[in-house]
């Protein structure tokens, strides 16, 4: 007898419009959920799927299935303007295979979609939904573009040939035809994409302001928004493909450092078709359960998509202390660069040998080795970011960025001249590793939302602790599994913290309600020895700041890892205030 499940038994279909972590070009792909997956099942996917293709003129569509403990994802390459009929093709594929299984009901069917249960009628609504959909213009102006090595940015209202300097733009409903593009006035600008669980934000940020320095109008895109030459021209969350089709489509923009975050790769590709330097600065545990991705080699290809655009004049950026990417550097065949906390690192010595490009740390210098020549950058201890040499991660996200400025074309001299002086500004790196002085009390605010990220900040932050009591707000998104949430609180009770504060995160509680977060970071901390009346619940993160400030006292640590940019930006302008007015601890608060 068929079972009609309670949802249905795919999740997240959704179209690939550009190089992804399953195949180089557009397409679609469907995560499974809710039925165990075999070959027969698979075998029936690839057969209704082909068949699908050759029916619409999709020609040679490559087909990849990975699996994973909650089922698997289904990809295929499509038309780059058949992208929706791509999902349609898709659905149709595995229920109707389900069908002819009994693994769900044959009548399982959303009206004016196709019909499992019937083929000749699907392939009819299919090729109806592919004639409506094709912009036959579309492949040829790609195509075109492709030839002349330029890149092509595309979303749901705009088609843009070029980039900075060299992009033109048209409605993607008015596209031109081949002879009205001005060619010759269209070209691209030196691109670096930085991924990464931690340090992304940071070094795109330091690395756009290598680029500004060396005379360029530099654009970047992170988690804060978009900017050109360090000034805002939007602001949210822009690392994935919207934030960087913004940055280089500003016409002013002669390079670009863009944050290309796990989300924005597995939701939808890559927004370029090509990058001069890419860096994947580490990866750590974060995200698992979302799109297929279980574990660190998971999530470290995901990464790793970068290298997809790297030409063999580009190069790869990695970290040699990341033993999972080490591991699946391997496989790679693009050029490879290397950094870490030492410069005897035997994968730095190894590729330096080779002629292969490395930054890292020799007797407390940052040293370069790049086209055969080694350059001095400096003292790590004395660049601002370093934290007097405290800030490991941050030491890490230094090399990598001097690396890929480097590999960008950025003098050595120059690149060391930022490095003197990145951070000395909060406004150089606001929200990382941003740190105030109010007498002996101590303030830190940073974005770390993983566990990695929080132990790191945490280590930075108790290194000058002393007698005091440490202070900390906790929070979470909600889209993470229960068990790292968990693995969050632990983190934060292994260095024993006086008070604890639990918020929730305004934007970020993704499918979570109030306070359920809280819920379960308070009994882990309990769990892990955090004194119950240790622990209080404020959820509103500006809030929690500050009943956190007014429990302080001379000589604690407060450490404040604040997500929401509203509320990041509300702590940041109260705490300058704090220090423009001389507030000490154990003083009130000004009244809103």
């Not at 068949?51 to 295929?76: M, N, Q």
């Not at 991924?195 to 795109?204: A, F, L, M, W, Y």
């Amino acid at each position: 007898m068929s079972i009609l499940p309670a949802a249905l038994p795919f999740d997240d279909s959704r179209r690939l419009t550009g190089s992804n972590l399953y195949f180089d070009g557009a397409g679609a792909v469907l995560e499974t959920v809710g039925v165990a997956i075999d070959d027969a099942l698979l075998a029936g996917w690839h057969a209704r799927t082909q068949l699908a293709c050759r029916a619409l003129g999709w020609v040679d569509s490559l087909r990849v299935v990975r699996r994973h403990p909650d089922g698997a994802a289904l990809a295929f390459e499509a038309p780059i303007d058949q992208l929706f009929s791509a999902t349609e093709v898709n659905e149709w594929a595995w229920l109707a295979t389900l069908a002819s299984t009994h693994a769900v009901a044959a009548d399982l069917h959303a009206p004016g979609h196709p019909a499992a249960w019937d083929e000749a009628s699907a392939l009819h609504t299919l090729r109806a939904f592919a004639a409506a959909e094709r912009q036959p213009a579309l492949p040829v102006l790609v195509q075109a573009a492709e030839a002349r090595r330029l890149t092509v940015l595309i979303d749901d209202d705009v088609f843009s040939i070029g980039e900075g300097t060299g992009v033109r733009s048209w409605p993607l409903k008015e596209l031109p035809a081949i002879d009205a593009v001005p060619w010759t006035a269209l070209h691209d600008v030196p691109v670096a994409l930085v991924t990464g669980s931690n340090g992304k934000t940071t070094t795109v940020r330091l690395l756009a302001a290598m680029a500004q320095a060396h005379g360029w109008h530099a654009g970047h895109s992170c988690t804060d928004g978009v900017f050109v030459d360090g000034s805002a021209i939007d602001s949210g969350d822009f690392s994935g493909p919207a934030g960087a089709r913004e940055v280089l489509r500003q016409p002013q923009v002669e390079a670009a450092v863009l944050e290309t975050a796990r989300g924005g790769i597995l939701r939808r590709g890559l927004a370029v078709q090509r990058a001069n330097v890419a860096v994947v600065t580490n990866v750590s545990d974060d995200h698992f359960g979302e799109y297929g991705i279980h574990d660190l080699d998971g999530l470290a290809a995901v990464k790793l998509t970068v290298a997809r655009v790297l030409g063999a004049d580009g190069l790869l950026v990695l970290n040699a202390d990341d033993a999972v990417l080490v591991r699946q550097a391997a496989a790679l065949s693009a050029p490879l660069g290397w950094f870490a906390l030492d410069d005897a690192h035997p994968l730095l010595r190894a590729s330096r040998e080779q002629a292969g490009s490395t930054c890292a740390v020799r007797d407390g210098h940052l040293h370069l080795f790049h086209q055969g020549i080694d350059h001095d950058l400096g003292v790590v201890a004395q660049m601002p970011l370093s934290f007097a040499g405290s800030a490991g991660y941050n030491i890490a996200n230094i090399a990598a960025a001097a690396l890929a400025a480097a590999a960008l074309g950025i003098p050595a001299g120059t690149i060391a001249d930022v490095l003197a002086r990145f951070g000395s500004a909060h406004a150089d790196n606001p929200g990382r590793l941003q740190h105030w002085r109010f007498g002996t009390l101590q303030v830190f605010v940073d974005y770390a939302h993983n566990p990695e990220g929080l132990r790191g900040l945490l280590g930075v932050a108790t290194t000058s602790l002393g007698r005091g009591r440490l202070g900390l707000v906790l929070g979470q998104a909600g889209n993470r599994e229960d068990a790292d949430i968990r693995e969050l609180a632990a983190v934060a009770a292994s260095f024993h913290p006086q008070r604890v504060v639990l918020k929730d995160i305004e934007g970020f509680m993704r499918g979570r309600v109030a306070g359920e977060v809280a819920g379960i970071l308070r009994d882990a901390l309990v769990q892990n020895a955090v004194p119950v009346e240790a622990v209080v619940e404020c959820l509103d993160e500006l809030d929690a700041v500050c009943g956190l400030l007014a429990w302080a006292r001379d000589g604690d640590v407060l450490v404040l890892p604040v997500h929401g940019v509203q509320a990041r930006q509300a702590v940041v302008e109260l705490l300058d205030g704090l220090q423009a007015t001389g507030w000490s601890a154990s003083s009130s608060l000004p009244s809103n």
